[in-house]
C-alpha cells in the first residue's frame, strides 16, 4: 500500500512539474506589449509567472524616456530572469519614443543628406541614449526597398531604392548599435518595399519572385554577412515560395531559405502576430504555434492582458502533448540566451 502511495505522489509531481514547464516555455517564447503607464503590477506578475522573454512599450504611454525607464526598472525589481526590453526607434514618423530621446530623421533622409559616417554618428547618439533607459532591442534599420515613392506602407522609413544604398546605411545602425550593446533588428524579411498593403490591416502579397531575389533580398544577405545579430520576419504572402503562409509563419522561408540557405544564425523575431494580416487570417494561438514550426525564435504579441493569457493557456495545452514542439522551444530558448 505504501508502496502504490509513493507511485501516486510521484506522478502527481511529475505531472505538476511537466504543466509548470510547459507554462514557462511558452513565455519565453514570447515578447508582449505594454502599453499601459504607469505599469500594472497584474502585467507585472504575469511575466514572473510566465517567464515572458521581454516586452516591446507602445502607445503614447511610452512616448517620454523617463516613463520608459521607469517601466524597466519596475519589472527588473520583480523578476529574476533576464528579458529583451524592445522598442521600435527607427527615426522619423515610427520614433515611439519622442520626448527626452534624440529624434533621428527618417531613413529617407538620412540615406539622402548625411554620410554614412555622420549616419554612424547619430545611430550610435540614439543607442547610447537608448541603453541608458534599459532598452537593449531596436527593432531597425528598415532593409525594404523603396520602389515607388508614393507607397506609404514603407515610405520614407525606406534608405531608398537602391539595395547597396539601403545596405551601406543600414550597416552604419547595425555597427553602431552593436557598439552601444543594443541588439539591432533588420526588418522586415524577406522584403516589403514592392507591396502596396499594409500588414497592420490586411495580408500583403509579393508576387514578383525575380523581383525578390535580385533586389528586395540583397541588403539582408549582406547584413547577414557582415554579422546582423537579429532578423524580423514579415506579415506577407509570397505565393511563388509558400503559397498558403506569410514569411513569419512559413517554415519554407525562415528554416529552410533564412536558416540553411542563408546560414542565418542570430535571432529571429515575428512582427506583431496581432496586427491584420494574420489577424484576419489565422487564430491568433494557431498563429504563435505556426511561428515556432516556421522556426522563429520570438513572438511578438501585443494584446490586452485579458485576452493574452487566454491565449496562453489555449497554446500551452496544445504544447502539453507536442513533444516536437516543446523540443522546438526549447532549442529556442538556447539561441535566444546567447543573446541577453
Known sequence: MNYIFKIICFLLLTTATHAELTHKLIGKQLIIGISNYPIHQSWITFI???????????????????????????????????????????????????????QLPAANTIANHYSEKEAFNLYQKQAKELATIGINVNFSPVLDIL??????????????????TVFNYAKQAINASLLENILPVIKHFPGHGFTSIDSHTNMPIHKDIYRLI???????????????????????????????????????????????????????????????????????????????????????????????????????????????????????????????
Not at 48 to 62: L, P, Q, R, T
Not at 148 to 164: C, E, F, H, L, Q
Not at 291 to 300: C, D, F, N, R, S
Not at 304 to 316: G, M, Q, S, Y
Open 147 to 164: 520602389y515607388d515613392d508614393a507607397n506609404t506602407v514603407i515610405g520614407s522609413r525606406s534608405y531608398g531604392n537602391n539595395p547597396k
Open 214 to 340: 535580385k533586389t528586395d533580398i540583397v541588403p539582408f544577405k549582406k547584413s547577414i554577412n557582415i554579422g546582423a545579430p537579429a532578423i524580423m520576419a514579415a506579415h506577407i504572402l509570397y505565393p511563388r515560395i509558400d503559397k498558403k503562409y506569410p514569411a513569419s509563419l512559413s517554415e519554407e522561408i525562415i528554416t529552410r531559405y533564412l536558416i540553411k540557405d542563408l546560414k542565418f544564425e542570430g535571432i529571429i523575431f515575428s512582427d506583431d502576430i496581432s496586427m491584420g494580416a494574420i489577424q484576419k487570417n489565422f487564430k491568433i494561438n494557431d498563429a504563435v504555434i505556426k511561428t515556432i514550426e516556421a522556426g522563429i525564435h520570438q513572438t511578438i504579441i501585443i494584446t490586452p492582458l485579458e485576452n493574452l493569457a487566454k491565449i496562453v493557456k489555449k497554446i500551452d495545452n496544445k504544447i502539453k502533448g507536442n513533444k516536437n514542439l516543446r523540443n522546438k522551444i526549447k532549442q529556442n530558448i538556447q539561441i535566444v540566451e546567447k543573446f541577453k
Open 48 to 102: 514572473k509567472e510566465n517567464h515572458i522573454s521581454g516586452v516591446i512599450f507602445i502607445s503614447d504611454a511610452y512616448k517620454d524616456a523617463n516613463h520608459v525607464k521607469e517601466a524597466i526598472s519596475a519589472i527588473k525589481k520583480n523578476i529574476n530572469h533576464k528579458m529583451f526590453f524592445c522598442i521600435d526607434q527607427e527615426g522619423g514618423k515610427v520614433n515611439r519614443i519622442k520626448k527626452n530621446m534624440i
